[in-house]
């Protein structure tokens, strides 16, 4: 599967200590009606909330982290799922000793700064289904 797309718009800004990474970047999305695309951002976390995908069970396991975190990447693609606009989001984590963590970007991530770049595709939005072999929503060929 390979779609073609042009940037119809690129956004730029930031979030306030104490919002939720996820929810407040899935708030911004839906707001201004973009349905593809890209995220990605900077910053640090007061909290965080990941996941891994257990590949042999098909489970998310989740970790969470009460610490402060430097959000040393956070990557991620907009898509449509249940007819519902999404953000699909891996970060990478660092601590002060230099260690670093990863996964799926999920709610309960609370923000001390953050800086984001949204780009919105011009195109038809992408739309996840249930793979049966993963176990996952995937995009839909």
């Known amino acids: ?5 042009n940037i119809k718009n690129i956004y730029q800004g930031r979030l306030y200590t104490g919002d939720d990474l996820l929810k407040e970047l899935t708030s911004i999305v839906k707001g201004k009606g973009i349905k593809v695309g890209k995220i990605s951002a900077i910053g640090a976390v007061q909290r965080a909330k990941i996941s891994y995908y257990n590949q042999d069970e098909q489970v998310y396991q989740a970790k969470e982290f009460e610490k402060h975190l430097e959000i040393v990447n956070l990557l991620g693609n907009i898509s449509i799922k249940d007819e519902e606009v999404m953000i699909h989001a891996h970060i990478s984590l660092g601590d002060d000793e230099g260690n670093l963590f990863g996964g799926h970007l999920a709610e309960g991530t609370m923000v001390f700064a953050c800086e984001f770049i949204i780009e919105e595709y ?5 739309e996840r289904v249930y793979d049966e072999t993963t176990g996952l929503t995937l995009w839909n060929e």
Do not use: D
């Open 1 to 5: 599967m390979l779609k073609e797309y």
């Open 122 to 126: 011009q195109g038809e939005p992408l």
